[in-house]
């Protein structure tokens, strides 16, 4: 209020009447003062009083005292005397509502003056006392001010009933002012048409289901003339109606794209911006090799790259949605980098969007243009942008194979700046440069190495570590420069501390003879020094592989890396659909559906972009998949095919296991396993074979964690992690190690132990089936199913002696198959089989067996021998058995990757009538190792997205959607993406046979 | 749609605050003011979510608009109406300041009950506005019927832009081809990225309701002219001047409310009826085939690590008969400059410590000229190891021609029930063509 003050000598200044005196109402008593005057018998004062009270009221000051007094002045045939009392009224009414009911009569009288600017003026202020005893009287005059024969008082009043219906939804809908509002539609004048539009589709936004708009081609085209000639505002309301819009066939479509295209050369941007939401939008329904598709994509580029010659906040904003259209369509403004380019004034919320795009559009033709400006900007004086630019110059390098070696000199020149967070920026980029051309810049380690010291964020240092570790063999004193490190190693962040950890351990296994102490060192400060989970389950799991087996740990720790995705912060293409049906509104500005920050349930459904006529594909977008590369780890041919399929038996080769990785230590032997051959007998007997097998059912049994921990570490024994005790946590999958992909033998069976503990058996197992009719087999009956249980897939038989003579002798052999599946261990039939005895054996099986694409995929051809004879027969496998526990992608690879199958890899399914929401069925699914990696609603649907690893590394991902909404419609729609998409349909039997148990 | 608006001093203090909608509180005001105007530094973004509840603003020198709202809002619709908002404060009572705000916050409160209703966005042409928000504020009463539904209909109308019956005794329209012409190029030499943005700013003083059509040198235009073989003889060439190029090809354009876009999307013709007075008609953008006016060529020599030599030619590049006014330089000088030296062949220059910047100006230039300026830069040591970033050099200037090109070739007016026909308007033309960002690197 001082501000007010200061003013009062512009009390006296003569002829020129200014307002600026009425915020001098600080006084005490002034109230009191007030009160007077506003019954005072002289107009002027009276105005006079109520600009104070208004003046006052701006400030925050309460004046509602003066309720009845400012009332009383209502009635005046003074215009601007009568607008301000109504503006005191609009808020304090609330406050004060039995009073308010004073003001009714003239509200009530004004809607009927001659005067249509008064009519007006009292309908549109009575919408705005949300008092309900008022909204009562409002409906005559509405209804009356509704026809009324001024357009002003009727756009007015088609504003009123969005008010009212604010207020008082039941209301509206009884008095049937939304009929009237619809008729309003059809009126002669566009701004009616543009109010009516505005208020009606913010009623719908409330009732989302109720087809109040009805926009049908007749109204659409009532709305496209009203469109050429109501104001650049009715134009809008307009415009983001029309979007919601969805044309029955592409005909229809193009003929409305037509209409709206002139709206691009508007000068008001967001008429602009909203065009092209409705152009974006339709365009999906045209065909692709429609000229006037062509036509179109041409024509948008220009009014976009005209944006950005707005106001700064407004090319804020179309920069926001230049980022997504960007994604949807790059072709549309991949010719345009250069108007990206940063100027030296732009505001840094303009600089930065910029530099997100201009890495967006960054190809092989404009990369020399780019790099040149980008390290222009890496000068600059504002600490984020600079960060921004060195990491976008790393981008470059990882997306444009062509320029890697020239960012990589850009970065090694900024690096020799010195200036602090620019080395550092460089090193964290320089790292995702290694990883994506390993083997080619390894030369600039030593520049790097001369930095150690200027190096102080987690991040930084994080990056400088793993170089180190990744190249401990190319740098003579790695082991000294990680010393250094793990001086500090409590004050450290927890990132810096994993990957310190995972350097020594690196290093040690380059270099075991020089640093074995140091890696005691790390490890016993991860494990025994260190509170966090993390660390220590990575420090203890590092031990355990060291100790164990020095082999499987080089292989775990110094896998080769799955590839690194060459886009950044890609919005998820569902996301970026529903993102598109929003361009120009605030949603587009956070990249965030509005349900992400709108409360309540106003305007927060979810949006669709309408599928592409004429084609089954739904809505995604091939063009972005292009722009996207490979993220994932999951080798794309994974099933060789290896000659004759129906190879005889007898002639299998019967490779043993143990030809891969041993599936556990060397204390296991296992022999070669020749079913025909005489060994078999002997085999069986093998003192070494059974007390494998016996460790393994321990190990694969449910117990304890410690427990079965302990047990493992008393059999490898030898080192000193072994006398620790674990404390019982569970050894999970720390993320460090889970980039080494496709973990085999008897690394899988450790992962297994820790994956299998954790996990309760959910899984849906089949009722045996009968495999071998007892007719055919000469009196042995075989049947039984396959389950997945703790990680280990096991083949759960019955054998039945329908014969009349003991057999003995069992022994079990597999034809080789699609996913390798092979006994992990002799079958366990120690006693003979005497007539009509049934024995229950459960098989434990390995994946590591020889591998031939079967037909179908998922068919075992088994042989099983007793002391009678060899029996064959095959059986099917449901292919959830191969699912295995690790099988959650994170949600980022799981985005990359789905983008990067390409389309014709998707397969569609139904599965009918079925019963489960969402959140059971991914329970269930889960219970078979089908992950759901994510979870969104749109409209009424809920969409799972799930990730499924198989044994052999193949990841198959999954959309599933459930109806939610409708409980008549229970089918539930699969779409699954794999990279071997044969695979496919099988998933799809999994799915049917989970959700339906 | 827009909850709230509220316009605040620089301290942060509100002198305007009208609520729309019932979501937004009293508690809005406050937190724009802590997060937002009293946290300016780390505020980077002109949209700013605060608890749930979003706010857009604009500043306007050190006045700040702000609306706010709880929905997803159109926006693009909210910052160009708070520009609106701007453009008809402007229009009423001139510069936006605390004073002239609160000198006229009754009219603001009127103007924000008439131009957003429930937050949307109502007719805000100043035009139609001002026949009946008046700062006399009585006048409305005395309307007579006929008055009163006229000004309705323009509100609501299809020109609410041009109210009917306007007479004038000399029919007259002004046409200003205003051009800022931006660049950046390299220190060698090479063109980073040019582009001209115009502006055509009509003045008209016609009476009644006019008809015009508005013709270029629009290449898609001339193009098609030429291809049919029926050259509008009567009229080229009618007001501009008959040199420079044939056509330009244009890369985008807009327009005002009152141009018939459908009509220019089909026919590319510019047809409209003018409001009364100034307005903006079209913006347009080109980049190709630009006239860059004045070439910079930078030398900068590092002597050691205490001193700095500068030596900057510029030559203008245009006809010779035609002169450039207002022309600076600005060299940016290294934050730990001591002194400096500078000879300069023409104009004044001065090293002005405050803006680390030596400011070159040059009165008026003649075009195909060339001058230069030399300086000597003595630098303090500094420790800081942070190098020097080396701002470009930018340059202002006016030279009285369309760096783009363009050229009116006619506006032709019809008014077909007054009785004055095109011949009988008098027109007037004129070129500026404006430094926009025009910087080389050095």
Redesign the interface.
């Given at each position: 209020m001082e501000?007010?003050s200061q003013?009062c000598e512009?009390r006296g200044l003569g002829s020129k009447m200014?307002?600026?005196k009425?915020?001098t109402t600080t006084k005490k008593g002034e109230i009191f003062e007030l009160k007077a005057e506003l019954n005072s018998d002289k107009k002027e004062k009276k105005k006079e009083a109520v600009?104070k009270v208004?003046?006052s009221m701006?400030?925050?000051k309460d004046v509602s005292a003066l309720f009845p007094d400012v009332v009383n002045c209502m009635q005046t045939?003074?215009?601007?005397l009568k607008?301000?009392v109504?503006?005191y009224l609009m808020?304090y009414a609330k406050s004060q509502p039995d009073m308010a009911i004073m003001a009714v009569n003239t509200f009530v009288k004004d809607c009927e003056d001659?005067?249509?600017?008064i009519r007006?003026l009292a309908v549109?202020t009575m919408?705005?006392i949300?008092v309900d005893k008022i909204t009562e009287y409002l409906c005559e005059p509405l209804r009356k001010c509704l026809k009324d024969e001024?357009?002003?008082?009727r756009?007015?009043a088609a504003?009123?009933v969005?008010?009212l219906h604010?207020i008082n939804a039941q209301l509206v809908e009884d008095q049937g002012f939304l009929d009237t509002l619809k008729d309003l539609i059809s009126d002669s004048?566009?701004?009616?048409v543009a109010?009516a539009v505005?208020a009606l589709s913010?009623i719908a936004e409330s009732h989302p289901n109720s087809n109040l708009l009805d926009l049908n081609p007749q109204t659409i085209n009532k709305l496209l003339t009203a469109l050429?000639?109501?104001?650049?505002?009715g134009q809008?309301?307009i415009l983001?109606c029309l979007a919601n819009y969805t044309p029955r066939d592409d005909r229809e479509s193009q003929s409305i794209c037509e209409?709206v295209?002139?709206?691009l050369?508007?000068?008001?941007?967001?008429v602009?911006?909203?065009a092209v939401k409705v152009l974006m939008k339709f365009m999906e329904m045209l065909p692709k090799d429609l000229d006037y598709y062509g036509t179109l994509l041409k024509k948008l580029a220009?009014?976009l790259?005209?944006l950005l010659?707005a106001?700064?906040?407004?090319q804020?904003?179309?920069l926001r949605n230049i980022n997504l259209i960007v994604q949807k369509r790059p072709e549309i403004l991949k010719h345009e980098m250069?108007?990206f380019?940063v100027?030296?004034?732009d505001p840094?919320?303009v600089k930065?969007e910029k530099l997100d795009i201009m890495i967006r559009l960054a190809s092989q033709a404009n990369i020399a243009?780019v790099l040149?400006?980008l390290k222009?900007y890496a000068?600059?004086?504002d600490v984020?942008f600079v960060r921004k630019a060195v990491r976008a110059i790393g981008r470059c390098a990882i997306k444009v194979e062509q320029s890697a070696e020239r960012c990589v000199s850009t970065l090694l020149d900024l690096i020799q700046?010195?200036?602090?967070y620019v080395v550092q920026e460089a090193i964290v980029v320089i790292k995702d440069i290694f990883r994506k051309y390993p083997n080619k810049y390894e030369s600039v380690i030593a520049t790097l190495c001369e930095n150690l010291d200027s190096l102080d964020e987690p991040e930084a240092r994080a990056a400088m570590i793993w170089i180190v570790g990744e190249y401990a063999e190319r740098i003579d004193n790695a082991d000294e420069l990680l010393e250094s490190f793990l001086e500090g190693f409590h004050d450290e962040s927890t990132q810096v501390q994993l990957q310190l950890l995972t350097a020594i351990v690196k290093l040690f296994l380059k270099k075991p003879t020089e640093t074995q102490e140091l890696v005691q060192q790390v490890l016993s400060l991860a494990t025994q020094d260190s509170d966090n989970p993390d660390l220590r389950d990575r420090g203890y799991i590092y031990w355990r592989l060291l100790s164990t087996d020095p082999v499987a740990a080089k292989e775990v720790v110094l896998a080769e890396k799955p590839l690194i995705s060459e886009e950044t912060d890609l919005i998820e293409p569902t996301l970026l659909d529903e993102l598109i049906c929003?361009i120009?509104?605030?949603?587009?500005?956070?990249h965030k559906p509005?349900s992400a920050?709108?409360?309540g349930g106003?305007?927060?459904q979810h949006k669709r972009l309408p599928a592409r006529a004429g084609s089954g594909e739904s809505a995604e977008s091939p063009d972005v998949g292009q722009a996207v590369s490979a993220v994932s780890d999951a080798p794309p041919a994974v099933i060789p095919s290896q000659g004759d399929l129906l190879g005889d038996l007898l002639n299998l080769d019967l490779a043993p296991p143990t030809s891969n990785v041993p599936p556990v230590p060397s204390s296991m032997q296992m022999g070669a396993m020749d079913l025909l051959g005489g060994g078999l007998d002997s085999l069986m007997g093998d003192e070494s074979e059974t007390s494998a097998s016996h460790y393994r059912t321990e190990v694969q049994s449910p117990q304890p964690p410690e427990c079965s921990e302990r047990e493992l570490g008393g059999d490898v024994g030898g080192s000193p992690a072994m006398g620790v005790s674990l404390g019982g946590a569970p050894v999970g999958m720390p993320a460090g190690l889970g980039a080494a992909p496709a973990v085999g033998g008897g690394l899988g069976d450790l992962f297994d132990l820790g994956g299998g503990v954790g996990v309760t058996a959910g899984s849906y197992i089949p009722p045996k089936t009968v495999w071998l009719p007892a007719m055919k087999a000469k009196g042995l009956e075989i049947s039984g199913t396959f389950a997945r249980r703790s990680g280990v897939i096991h083949m759960d038989l019955s054998f039945t002696n329908k014969a009349m003579s003991v057999m003995t002798d069992f022994a079990i052999q597999f034809n080789k198959n699609s996913f390798g599946l092979a006994p992990a261990g002799p079958l366990q039939v120690l006693t003979p089989l005497s007539p009509n005895q049934t024995v229950d054996v459960s098989l434990p099986l390995s994946t590591t067996g020889p591998v031939m694409k079967m037909e179908p995929l998922n068919n075992l051809q088994v042989a099983v021998k007793n002391n009678i004879d060899v029996f064959y027969f095959s059986c099917q496998y449901p292919i959830s058995l191969l699912f295995v526990e690790d099988g959650k992608m994170d949600r980022q690879v799981f985005l990359a990757t789905w983008k990067d199958i390409p389309s014709e890899n998707e397969a569609q399914f139904q599965i009918k009538d079925c019963h489960l929401n969402s959140d059971a069925a991914s329970n269930k699914l889960q219970g078979s190792n089908i992950f759901t990696v994510a979870k969104r609603t749109v409209d009424t649907q809920d969409m799972l997205y799930q990730s499924v690893k198989l044994t052999n590394g193949i990841w198959m991902l999954a959309e599933l959607r459930i109806q939610t909404g409708n409980p008549n419609s229970t089918d539930l729609e699969l779409s699954v993406k794999c990279r071997a998409p044969e695979v496919s349909q099988y998933v799809y039997q999994c799915y049917e046979l989970i959700l339906r148990n | 749609m827009i909850g709230g608006l509220f316009i605040y001093n620089h301290k942060g203090e509100v002198l305007i605050s009208r609520v729309y909608r019932d979501d937004i509180g009293r508690n809005a005001v406050d937190a724009f003011r802590v997060n937002v105007i009293h946290a300016r530094q780390q505020v980077r973004s002109p949209v700013t979510n605060i608890a749930r509840t979003s706010f857009f603003h604009v500043k306007r020198s050190n006045i700040w608009l702000a609306a706010v709202t709880k929905q997803n809002v159109n926006a693009a619709m909210v910052f160009e109406f708070l520009y609106k908002m701007c453009d008809v404060m402007t229009a009423y009572f001139g510069k936006i300041s605390e004073e002239n705000i609160k000198n006229n916050f009754v009219l603001i409160y009127e103007l924000l009950d008439e131009i957003l209703d429930f937050g949307y966005p109502q007719n805000s042409e100043t035009g139609a506005l001002k026949t009946f928000i008046t700062q006399q504020g009585i006048k409305s009463q005395h309307h007579t019927k006929e008055e009163q539904s006229q000004i309705t209909s323009q509100v609501t109308g299809q020109i609410g832009w041009r109210r009917e019956g306007i007479k004038y005794r000399r029919n007259e329209l002004f046409l200003d081809v205003l051009e800022s012409v931006n660049l950046l190029m390299s220190p060698q030499g090479q063109v980073l990225s040019a582009h001209v943005s115009g502006r055509v700013v009509m003045k008209s003083y016609l009476s009644g309701m006019p008809e015009c059509k508005f013709g270029m040198n629009d290449k898609i235009v001339i193009d098609k002219q030429g291809k049919g073989g029926t050259t509008d003889e009567a009229g080229k060439s009618e007001l501009g001047g008959s040199s420079g190029k044939q056509s330009i090809a244009i890369d985008d354009c807009t327009f005002h409310q009152c141009v018939r876009l459908s009509k220019f999307d089909s026919e590319r013709s510019i047809s409209f009826i003018p409001p009364d007075g100034e307005y903006e008609l079209m913006r347009y953008r080109t980049t190709k085939d630009i006239i860059l006016p004045f070439r910079v060529i930078p030398l900068v020599r590092e002597v050691g690590r205490t001193k700095l030599e500068v030596k900057v030619v510029i030559k203008s590049n245009f006809k010779p008969s035609l002169l450039a006014q207002k022309i600076e330089v600005r060299i940016p000088t290294p934050l730990n400059t001591s002194g400096v030296q500078v000879i300069c062949m023409k104009g004044k220059a001065k090293y002005k410590a405050s803006e680390n910047a030596i400011v070159w100006k040059i009165k008026r230039m003649a075009g195909m000229k060339e001058s230069q300026i030399s300086a000597e830069i003595e630098l303090l040591p500094t420790n800081d190891k942070k190098k020097w970033a080396r701002p470009p050099i930018s340059m202002n200037f006016e030279v009285p021609f369309a760096p783009s090109g363009l050229k009116v070739r006619y506006l032709k007016v019809f008014e077909p029930k007054l009785n004055y026909s095109d011949h009988d308007v008098i027109k007037w033309v004129r070129y500026i063509g404006r430094s926009g960002i025009y910087e080389t690197r050095c």
């Open positions: 501000w007010a003013l512009n200014t307002d600026s009425y915020f600009k208004i003046a701006t400030v925050g045939d003074n215009l601007e607008k301000l109504y503006l808020n001659p005067n249509p600017l007006a549109r919408g705005c949300r001024d357009p002003y008082v756009k007015t504003v009123c969005a008010k604010d004048n566009p701004m009616v109010n505005a913010e050429n000639e109501c104001t650049e505002w809008i309301f983001d209409r295209t002139p709206r050369s508007h000068a008001n941007s967001a602009v911006l909203s220009p009014p790259v005209t010659s106001e700064p906040e407004l804020y904003v179309a250069k108007v380019f100027k030296y004034n840094i919320y930065l243009q040149a400006e222009e000068t600059e004086v984020d700046t010195k200036v602090n929003h120009g509104t605030l949603a587009s500005v956070y509005p920050f709108v409360e106003r305007g927060v | -």
